[in-house]
């Protein structure tokens, strides 16, 4: 039964076969599509509608900027400004979302890039810049490609089309606009990505004092979960910027997710060096031994923590997360209570913690294990909110 409920792990892997064919018949008929783009595109949607009646929106409108985007990438020659036109109109005719176009016109404008014709591509990617800021660095491209063919041999100074592409680069640095918002091109190999990261290294030679290009990159490395160039850009930007407190922080979140344990403690070290009055660096100290269940070095950060008057109630269940982490039940269970009567007015997140510290308890190895971690998360959280220190 096509109406029979489906999981979606099956439903997409139906969605790509009918993609590869769909692909594969464009590629086979480039000419007939072209000539035939109303009866094309309804073919699509009707294929859609038939094949996946109960296809959300976002999925359905997905697929067709997949189809534009096999089309136009498939046309033989460089293409017009009314076959372009065309192909569009009679996409976002067949879409169920009919406003904004963004994705289709950032395909435009990379085939546009990819046959020279970057006047051409900067108005289409111009009306989304700040959309994603990927937009915004292949505008910059444009304006930077145009001044190299103007000019063979670069002269000393930039010519006016390289001011606009730095101009373009220090304003994605400063407006700190998303990085993410265009799904369609996520995967790391895609045309605008391998345009953002060019004009990004571009940037770091333009600006080598703008610390706002390596968070730019930084945040894109951990959408990419790209932790080598991560890793990079952090030791370039600690480097650079060595108080510059975003980057300590992520730095040391870094080495934390890579268990790099003594590259997170020589951060906590550079952090007290240079914040001595902070409650950061000395929670991220007993961060570190708690995770590393390390008792010794938690008392010493704890004594600390002491005189800078964290609050007691926190001190008391940071104790019994440490407990945990170690897999003391017993005495995870006393310094709890200790906690508990030390936490008034907070009792629905202390019985919400509770019923977590229970199954660390009493339940099974497996379930004792997903405790441990949930436990231990969600008091981290609970600490930087306590203590007012800001996530990267």
Known sequence: ????????????????????????????????????LPVFFGHVAATLDKTFPDLDDGAHDDFIDATVFTLINTT?????????????????????????????????????????????????????????????????????????????????????????????????????????????????ETRLNSIFWFMLDLAFTWFPSEPGFYRIGISRTKHEGDAERRQHLLSLATERF???????????????????????????????????????????????????????????FRKLAILKEFPRHLLLML????????????????CF???KKASPGRDYYITALEYILRDFIEGDEDRAKGARSAFFTSVDQYSLRILKIKET
């Open 1 to 36: 039964m096509e109406g029979a409920w489906q999981p979606e792990a099956l439903r997409n892997r139906r969605l790509e076969q009918l993609r590869a064919t769909m692909d594969d018949y464009i590629v086979k008929h480039t000419e007939q599509v072209e000539a035939n």
């Open 242 to 300: 060595s108080d510059d407190r975003f980057f300590l922080t992520e730095a040391f979140n870094t080495r934390v997710e890579l268990r790099n344990g003594s590259g997170a403690a020589a951060i906590v070290k550079q952090m007290m060096q240079q914040y001595p009055d902070d409650h950061e660096p000395l929670y991220y100290g007993m961060k570190l031994a708690i995770l590393g269940g390390q008792s010794r070095s938690y008392a010493s």
């Open 76 to 188: 033989r020659e460089a293409p017009t400004t009314e076959f372009l036109e065309k192909t569009l109109r009679h996409a976002m005719g067949n879409k169920r979302r009919r406003k904004g176009r963004v994705t289709l016109d950032v395909i435009v404008g990379l085939k546009l890039i990819d046959t020279g014709n970057y006047h051409h591509a900067i108005e289409y990617l111009t009306p989304h810049k700040a959309h994603d800021g990927r937009i915004n660095a292949a505008i910059a491209y444009c304006y930077y490609a145009l001044s190299l063919a103007k000019n063979r041999t670069p002269g000393p100074r930039p010519d006016d089309l390289e001011l606009h592409a730095r101009e373009e680069m220090l304003n994605l640095s400063r407006i700190r606009a998303p990085l993410n918002r265009l799904g369609f091109f996520d995967r790391k």
């Open 319 to 334: 104790d019994a997360v440490l407990e945990v982490m170690c897999n003391h039940k017993t005495e995870s269970y006393v």
């Open 337 to 339: 209570e200790e906690a």
